[in-house]
């Protein structure tokens, strides 16, 4: 089992910046993969960014330079720093981490005013 702990949502102003943070407990050594996924309402889950234990990464083209996917070398916690904040970018923002079964955080709300 993984257990994934969110913080760092908040309300920005649009330009604003926030940073995600999410930490992993457990059986932690076999996770590849870390990410963040986010849903707005009436929308689907969808990926943001997501680093591999190699340090490779992947982003959404919708946050592609304003976003970065950043992790410790024990794949324990991910970060997600978000800059230039839209209000496009308002969701609940998930963490996502991949063993042989995906698991997921409960969710941090992130809310960018106009």
């Known amino acids: 089992q993984v257990q994934l702990v969110e913080s760092g949502g908040g309300l920005v102003q649009a330009g604003g910046s926030l940073r995600l943070s999410c930490v992993a407990s457990g059986i932690i050594f076999d996770i590849n993969t870390m990410g963040w996924y986010r849903q707005a309402p009436g929308k689907q889950r969808e990926l943001v960014a997501e680093?591999?234990?190699?340090?490779?990464?992947n982003y959404a083209d919708s946050v592609k330079g304003r976003f970065t996917i950043s992790r410790d070398n024990a794949m324990s916690t991910v970060y997600l720093q978000m800059n230039s904040l839209k209000p496009e970018d308002t969701a609940v923002y998930y963490c996502?981490?991949?063993?042989?079964?995906?698991?997921w955080g409960q969710g941090t709300q992130v809310t960018v005013s106009s």
């Open positions: 996502n981490a991949k063993r042989a079964i995906t698991y």
């Open positions: 680093i591999t234990s190699g340090g490779n990464t």
